[in-house]
């Protein structure tokens, strides 16, 4: 399976982007996905899991209450909404997609994971 991310880009803190995730594969509601970040020098991230068929999710302290999932299950793609953002949401952000629903918050818990797409706040 291949994640392609896009929706990454330039922003001011309290603006928003959206992120997509699409699989090249159709995704069964067995699988989870996950988004994590990256920031120059700091350990990779995670930011938000989603059990694929339920819609159950869950998000990091940091993000909860901004961040929100949405699915396409005919387009296979997951998305990620960004509300309010802030500088040090800024990072390179990856999804990530297991077949075996390992709703982990480790990215070593996947199987597959996207290239990823820069998200950079600043005024």
């Known amino acids: 399976v291949q994640l392609q991310a896009s929706g990454g880009g330039l922003v001011q803190p309290g603006g928003s982007l959206r992120l997509s995730c699409a699989a090249s594969?159709?995704?069964?509601?067995?699988?989870?996905m996950a988004w994590f970040r990256q920031a120059p020098g700091k350990e990779r991230e995670f930011v938000a899991k989603i059990r694929w068929g339920a819609g159950t999710s869950y998000f990091a302290d940091s993000v909860q209450g901004r961040f929100t999932f949405s699915r396409d299950k005919a387009e296979n793609t997951l998305f990620l909404q960004m509300n309010n953002l802030k500088p040090e949401d800024t990072g390179l952000y990856y999804c990530?997609?297991?077949?075996?629903?390992?709703?982990?918050?480790?990215?070593?818990?996947?199987?597959?994971r996207g290239q990823g797409t820069q998200v950079t706040v600043s005024s």
């Open positions: 594969r159709r995704i069964f509601s067995s699988t989870s």
């Open positions: 990530a997609l297991d077949r075996r629903g390992r709703i982990s918050s480790s990215d070593s818990e996947y199987e597959y």
